[in-house]
């Protein structure tokens, strides 16, 4: 065997809480995991702030802490962290051929896929032009560089309504731009939006073209999807915060996808379509806040929200079932 080509037992594909949740109990199991961590070591949860709801921070968390308390903690049981991104997957044969841009082949006995989400984007032309000179998808990361300014978030949902009402602590206005007459935001995170008065809801409202020159973004041009017309907004920012797609590409054609693409598993377990590929074993539910039909599903994002629960939202964790590992 060439010093590029390895034997592992377990390889997890993913750094989010949940590639290191399973790298701490396959671990523990002495199974002797290698994880790659992938494009954003640590995941999602290192571009958000505070993280009021995992279990064991009284006082609350920030993400990046959050996640470098998880690598330590996968550490300290001896799983090998590399930083690099698999490139490919042949799931064809067991042991499972995996490459990484690191040079490594890697034949790994188990495969654990916690490949998380990545954000969508609206699809304009405008919007890719400016990305990085006006256009964002994170307010967290990049919301600091318009202290004082107008800006506009398009989306309607928990995290739109979570970035608008950051976005109102540090910008003169935020104008919230939504498709519909109602947000799809939990009822404590509607109130926080349309009780912020720097907030200004444009209801029933799409963008249609990012405004710019060469210094960036001066303008966003909205449409009123019932009335048809058009108005421009004087924003030097927009954020775009329409939810997330599954990071599945390199599985597909090799493992059975469902509709909007998340992996999906035996029923009642961790197992895909495939023997010996398996999920993380967490209810999407403990992560998003969503009471979802799809347990199987790994798209995380950290529950942190500081309003109340509704009760038939508050589904537990399952345990992690690794014998199979
Ligand atoms: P969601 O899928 O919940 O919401 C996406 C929003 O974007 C919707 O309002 C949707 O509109 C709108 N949208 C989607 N596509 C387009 C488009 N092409 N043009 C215009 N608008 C569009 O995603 P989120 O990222 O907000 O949340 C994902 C999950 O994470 C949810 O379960 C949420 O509860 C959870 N979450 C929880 C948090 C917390 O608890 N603190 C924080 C952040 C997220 P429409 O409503 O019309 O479909």
Known sequence: MSENTENVRC?????????????????????????????QPGGQLTITTEVDNFPGYPEGVEGPKLMEDLQKQAERFGTDIRFGVVTSVDLSNRPFKVVADDGKTLYAETLVIATGASAKW?????????????????AT???????????AIVGGGDTAAEEATYLAKLCNKVYMIHRRDELRASKAMQHKVLNTPNIEMLWDSVPEEVLGDMSGVNGLRVRNVKTGESRDLAVTGFFVAIGHKPNTELFVGQLELDEMSYIKTKPGTTQTSVEGVLLPAMYRITITGRPSPLPERVAWRPLKQNGSWAPEQMIGQRTFNLKIC
């Open 141 to 151: 990361c990049d919301g600091f560089f318009y202290r004082k300014q107008d800006v």
């Open 122 to 138: 609206l699809g304009l032309e405008s919007e890719k032009k400016f990305m990085g000179s006006g256009v964002s998808g994170c």
């Open 11 to 39: 390889l997890i594909i993913g750094s989010g809480p949940a590639g290191y949740t399973s790298a701490i109990y396959a671990a523990r199991a002495d199974l002797k995991p290698v994880v790659y961590q992938g494009m």
